[in-house]
T-cell receptor, first 113, second 117 residues
Framework: SQQGEEDPQALSIQEGENATMNCSYK?????LQWYRQNSGRGLVHLIL?????REKHSGRLRVTLDTSKKSSSLLITASRAADTASYFC?????????????FGAGTRLAVHP | DGGITQSPKYLFRKEGQNVTLSCEQN?????MYWYRQDPGQGLRLIYY???????QKGDIAEGYSVSREKKESFPLTVTSAQKNPTAFYLC????????????????FGAGSRLTVL
């Protein structure tokens, strides 16, 4: 198992702007997941990108994966106040044994009306 | 609706007391997990279970105990041996551990906030 490291730690933008957050990891992966956590709540799965994929879209979310740089990015387009939350990445190795997800400190996104 | 239910949402404990946090899921998931989250920090894995009657320690298991007598249930006991138990506790489940790329997508409960007085 390995932990992803999100960057920046905090991001503050205005409604309508795009938000980009990044994730770096250390060893090879089978897939990488992004989760969202509203304040005081559990995490919610947003999107999973496999190691053989370079880009994936889901609504206003766009995730990219660069396995050569061991990094991923999450782009939220046309952000809304309701997007205010913490965002976590979780790289997954799935190396044949049990694979548990480890979460870093996340990126705290604040979207101002 | 399928999901994970954690209870209680808020819990206060006096020092020296054991408390048990409940986690129930009706998703028919095999694997269940307990995480601890401290303010402004990430999630740290306490215990996880792949199958009934089996569980493994995570990164911070000391002072905690679990049981997995039923597929649907994975209660966590915070014992008096846990020196700093005040935290937000999250339970999660996944379909089948490590069976392909989507198998370890986690579904989380709403969390239980424990405060030691």
């Amino acid at each position: 198992s390995q932990q992803g490291e999100e960057d920046p730690q905090a991001l503050s933008i205005q409604e309508g702007e795009n938000a980009t957050m990044n994730c770096s990891y250390k060893t090879s992966i089978n897939n990488l997941q992004w989760y969202r956590q509203n304040s005081g709540r559990g995490l919610v799965h947003l999107i999973l990108i496999r190691s053989n994929e370079r880009e994936k879209h889901s609504g206003r979310l766009r995730v990219t994966l660069d396995t050569s740089k061991k990094s991923s990015s999450l782009l939220i387009t046309a952000s809304r106040a309701a997007d205010t939350a913490s965002y976590f990445c979780a790289p997954s190795s799935g190396s044949g044994g049990y694979n548990k997800l480890i979460f870093g400190a996340g990126t705290r996104l604040a979207v101002h009306p | 609706d399928g999901g994970i239910t954690q209870s209680p949402k808020y819990l206060f404990r006096k020092e020296g007391q054991n408390v048990t946090l409940s986690c129930e899921q009706n998703l028919n998931h095999d694997a269940m997990y307990w995480y601890r989250q401290d303010p402004g920090q990430g999630l740290r894995l306490i215990y996880y279970s792949q199958i009934v009657n089996d569980f493994q320690k995570g990164d911070i298991a000391e002072g905690y105990s679990v049981s997995r007598e039923k597929k649907e249930s994975f209660p966590l006991t915070v014992t008096s041996a846990q020196k700093n138990p005040t935290a937000f506790y999250l339970c999660a489940s996944s379909p089948v551990p490590d069976r392909g790329p989507g198998a370890n997508v986690l579904t989380f409960g709403a969390g239980s906030r424990l405060t030691v007085l």
